[in-house]
């Protein structure tokens, strides 16, 4: 049997710039949306609560989609997806 070879296992995957544009619009549009538009449509659309637990619930959003955002990149990374 042979070893097998160690540039194989060193591939990288590369993308395209078609694709590194089309999956950067994406990200910056999916950010935007989580972590600017989410909280802000709490902030200014539920009245049914007091000020102070409408800022805790968008600053909980705000960290949520932070923290979901930072592992469904790490996920894609490693899957070489981007």
């Known amino acids: 049997m042979t070893a097998p070879d160690e540039r194989e296992s060193d591939a990288i995957s590369v993308i395209g710039w078609g694709r590194a544009a089309l999956t ?7 950010g935007l949306a989580v972590l600017v538009y989410g909280p802000n ?3 200014t659309r539920v009245h049914s609560i007091g000020r102070s637990a409408r800022v805790a619930v968008a600053t909980a959003i705000f960290a949520c989609g932070l923290v979901g955002l930072a592992w469904l990149l790490r996920r894609l990374q490693r899957r070489g997806l981007i």
């Open 24 to 30: 950067t619009a994406l990200v910056v549009i999916v």
């Open 41 to 43: 449509m709490v902030l």
